[in-house]
Nanobody
Framework: QVQVTESGGGLVQAGGSLRLSCAASGRTVSNYVMGWFRQAPEKERESVAVMRWSGRNTYYAKSVKGRFTISGDNTKNLVYLQMNSLEPEDTAVYYC??????????????????????WGQGTQVTVSS
């Protein structure tokens, strides 16, 4: 099993920045793809960014590309989501998740929430206008 715990959420004004952190523990974390998802009230949970430890391949949702950056420190088993130029539409609960990395799968495959086995409890991000 892999345990993931998010931190770093909060209230920020539009145009501001936040950095979320995800601490992963358990099995060899480098064997897992790490993803950030978010869920706004009355909306489905959607993919934000995905990162593979091997080759550091990444995927970003169109809505955040150019504003958000996913990165990781495999010596500390930490994954980050740097969020810049935040907009009120980014308001949501943000979740970190882990999925077993199969080399034959594309990084885009891991943009689906359905392939993730392990989820954190989420951290609230609120962007005021």
């Amino acid at each position: 099993q892999v345990q993931v715990t998010e931190s770093g959420g909060g209230l920020v004004q539009a145009g501001g920045s936040l950095r979320l952190s995800c601490a992963a523990s358990g099995r060899t974390v480098s064997n897992y793809v790490m993803g950030w998802f978010r869920q706004a009230p009355e909306k489905e949970r959607e993919s934000v960014a995905v990162m593979r430890w091997s080759g550091r391949n990444t995927y970003y949702a169109k809505s955040v590309k150019g504003r958000f950056t996913i990165s990781g420190d495999n010596t500390k088993n930490l994954v980050y989501l740097q969020m810049n130029s935040l907009e009120p539409e980014d308001t949501a609960v943000y979740y970190c998740a882990a999925a077993r990395d199969y080399s034959y799968s594309t990084t885009y495959y891991y943009s689906s929430r359905d392939v993730y086995e392990y989820w954190g409890q989420g951290t609230q991000v609120t962007v005021s206008s």
